[in-house]
């Protein structure tokens, strides 16, 4: 089975204020707000939903393909893709903008001030579908580039390609119309809670009729582990005890990645939605979204230390 993930590939530059930002801001002047903060230095991190679904597919020893977009600043993340055998065959270079990135500062409550840059991921990443066989295709269309993940997902479903749509920060830019029509025919939509009361209430609809337009529905719920919908029967995943927590970002992605390993070996949606519950647990243990890892053989005691024999 031939994994394809459509997403963002970016980095994440991070910094530290040590202060809150609340004793540096005006109240009375928010309408000329000037202000500057010197920060303990800069962690630059490699991110994006495309890169971070492709890094643990990478560590379940799968060989995703990522359609995505990157700009001339790209080398240093390449370099760290091809290190752990994930091909840039689908990704485009634009020599002309950077690739996307995004700065986040927090102060010492955690409150924080990103600025996002998309770069590259303004434009399609133009991948040749011509080259995908159908009959051994899995894709996933996660947040990047809109047209992309309008355009895939109509490839997948006139294809009969099974896919899983996961709309993520991109819900806002999309009209409820669009948004519909995006996710119709696809073999999960997977979203958080709070994402799946944006997806509903954009386009209107009930929880039963995204049902009708999908096969499954996936919710996660952070500690409390997830639930998998199919025609009005729900089943609870449990989530993964951790030894601390420490970063829960990149935990979504991760759930992502188990969740297509599951379904590459055949394995039902519920069932493979318990490989995306341990794949998140390692990601929840260290800072950034792909500073983990693990072996397969760690991998599948984890798995049966909490869920059984991993047949």
Not at 35 to 43: I, P
Not at 175 to 181: D, F, I, K, R, V
Not at 208 to 231: H, W
Request: proline residues 4%; charged residues 20%.
């Amino acid at each position: 089975m031939q994994i394809y993930i459509s997403g963002s590939l970016a980095f994440d530059r991070i910094m530290s204020f040590p202060d809150k930002f609340s004793n540096h801001i005006l109240p009375d002047k928010l309408h000329i707000i000037n202000v500057s903060f010197l920060v303990d230095g800069l962690d630059e991190k490699f991110g994006g939903t495309g890169g971070n679904i492709a890094y643990n597919l990478a560590l379940l020893g799968e060989k995703p393909i990522l359609l995505s977009q990157v700009g001339k600043d790209f080398a240093l993340y390449d370099s760290w893709l091809q290190q752990h055998g994930i091909t840039v065959e689908g990704i485009r270079t634009v020599e002309q903008e950077f690739t996307a990135s995004a700065y986040i500062t927090t102060d010492q409550s955690d409150n924080q001030i990103t600025g996002f840059n998309p770069g590259a991921m303004k434009y399609p990443s133009q991948y040749d579908f011509s080259k995908i066989d159908a009959s051994e295709a899995l894709g996933i269309i996660s947040p990047g580039n809109m047209g992309d993940m309008v355009d895939h997902a109509k490839f997948y479903r006139d294809n009969g390609i099974p896919f899983i749509f996961d709309p993520g920060q991109q819900i806002p830019a999309f009209s409820g119309e669009q948004l519909a029509e995006c996710f119709k025919g696809a073999e999960i939509l997977i979203t958080n809670d709070y994402e799946l009361e944006m997806v509903l209430k954009a386009t209107g609809m009930s929880k039963d009729e995204v049902l009708d337009s999908v096969a499954y529905l996936i919710t996660t719920l952070g500690e409390k582990g997830a639930t998998v919908n199919c025609q009005g029967e729900e089943t609870s995943i449990a989530s993964i005890p951790v030894d601390t927590v420490v970063d829960p970002t990149g935990a979504g992605d991760a759930f992502r990645s188990g969740l297509l390993k599951g379904l590459a070996m055949d394995k039902t949606v519920a069932e493979a939605a318990k490989l995306g519950s341990v794949c998140a647990a390692y990601a929840i243990e260290y800072k950034g979204t792909q500073e983990h890892s693990f072996t397969m053989d760690e991998f599948i005691k984890r798995y049966e230390d909490s869920f059984g024999p991993m047949i």
